[in-house]
């Protein structure tokens, strides 16, 4: 069964910061991974989409890496500012299998 | 292109009520998944369905949950007899194609979601 770990659950930064947050799975065997913001009340907004074919996507200033051997994605984000405070959703898929979410982090970035 | 929606945004309800939610996915979209998430947790898969037929139901309760995509019209979340612990946000999101050829490569669009209180 897949599980998704995202680690830090909570990260507060000051405005300006570059800052990695961390999304691990137990299965390998995924087609795609995507990162979600949400914010406070809201839906989900899909960021960045992953192809298990590929390495790493950018848009912006946000840079998201995949390596799927050992289970691993990163969310980079450069020159954070406060707009970019919000929830980071990490969520793998394997195919037919609906997508499988980790619990998030949470972001604050301080003006 | 007019994205997901979900109606209603917010529905409060009392325990034994039942509550229906609907989700009309994006247009072209064939394809609808609805997830749930409790307080301080992740989003949880429901149920995923075509037109007319429920592909996965794996994550609904056995009951009380049940679930639809009718040829015409939008797809329905419905939770009889509510308790509090249904107190969550419901999440819809519709994609144009399922696996097969193109498997891995359809993105799913969420909708805002429906806040269902049960008082």
């Known amino acids: 069964k897949q599980e998704v770990t995202q680690i830090p659950a909570a990260l507060s930064v000051p405005e300006g910061e570059n800052l990695v947050l961390n999304c691990s799975f137990t299965?390998?065997?995924?087609?795609?991974l995507q990162w979600f913001r949400q914010d406070p009340g809201k839906g989900l907004t899909s960021l960045l989409l992953?192809?298990?074919?590929?390495r790493e996507q950018t848009s912006g200033r946000l840079n998201a890496s995949l390596d799927k051997s050992s289970g691993r994605s990163t969310l980079y984000i450069a020159a954070s500012q406060p707009g970019d405070s919000a929830t980071y959703l990490c969520?793998?898929?394997?195919?037919?299998?609906?997508?499988?979410f980790g619990k998030g982090t949470r972001l604050s970035v301080i003006a | 292109n007019a994205g997901v929606m979900q109606n209603p945004r917010h529905l409060v309800r009392r325990r034994g009520q039942e509550a229906r939610l609907r989700c009309s996915p994006m247009?072209?979209?064939?394809?609808v998944y609805w997830y749930r998430q409790l307080p301080e947790e992740g989003l949880k898969f429901m149920v995923y369905?075509?037109?007319?037929?429920?592909?996965?139901e794996s994550g609904m309760p056995k009951e009380r949950f049940s679930a639809e995509f009718p040829k015409e019209g939008p797809s329905i979340l419905r939770i009889q007899q509510v308790v509090r612990g249904d107190s969550a946000a419901y999440f819809c999101a519709s994609s144009p194609l399922s696996g097969g050829a193109r498997r891995g490569t359809d993105t799913q669009y969420f909708g805002p979601g429906t806040r269902l209180t049960v008082l």
């Open positions: 299965d390998s065997a995924i087609y795609n």
């Open positions: 369905l075509q037109k007319e037929n429920i592909i996965d």
């Open positions: 247009k072209g979209h064939s394809h």
């Open positions: 992953i192809q298990s074919s590929q």
């Open positions: 969520a793998v898929s394997s195919g037919n299998t609906p997508l499988v």
